[in-house]
C-alpha cells in the first residue's frame, strides 16, 4: 500500500471510481509484470527469468503507464 499510495495515489486527482480503479489496475500490472523489486534482485514478481542481458550500445525506449505518471525502460528492438 505504500509503494502504491507514493508512486501513484499521492500523484493524481482521482475524478470518480471508473478513473481510480482503471489506474489501480493499470499499476498493478505494471507493479507485478515490470516494475523491479530490491527483494528478488531488481526483477518483477510475475518475471520469468528469460530476460536478455541489458547492451549498453543498444538504444533504450520509454514507455508510460499510469496515465503518464510511471515511465518503463526497455531496450529497443
Given at each position: 500500500?505504500?509503494?502504491?499510495?507514493h508512486e501513484l495515489l499521492d500523484r493524481t486527482i482521482i475524478w470518480n471510481?471508473?478513473?481510480?480503479?482503471?489506474?489501480?489496475?493499470?499499476?498493478?500490472?505494471?507493479?507485478?509484470?515490470?516494475?523491479?523489486?530490491?527483494?528478488?534482485?531488481?526483477?518483477?514478481?510475475?518475471?520469468?527469468?528469460?530476460?536478455?542481458?541489458?547492451?549498453?550500445?543498444?538504444?533504450?525506449?520509454?514507455?508510460?503507464?499510469?496515465?503518464g505518471l510511471i515511465n518503463q525502460y526497455r531496450p529497443a528492438a
Amino acid at each position: 500500500m505504500r509503494t502504491l499510495r507514493h508512486e501513484l495515489l499521492d500523484r493524481t486527482i482521482i475524478w470518480n471510481e471508473r478513473q481510480l480503479r482503471r489506474l489501480l489496475e493499470e499499476y498493478i500490472e505494471h507493479y507485478n509484470t515490470q516494475r523491479p523489486h530490491r527483494g528478488i534482485g531488481q526483477r518483477a514478481p510475475n518475471d520469468t527469468g528469460n530476460v536478455a542481458p541489458i547492451r549498453r550500445d543498444r538504444q533504450v525506449e520509454r514507455t508510460t503507464t499510469c496515465a503518464g505518471l510511471i515511465n518503463q525502460y526497455r531496450p529497443a528492438a
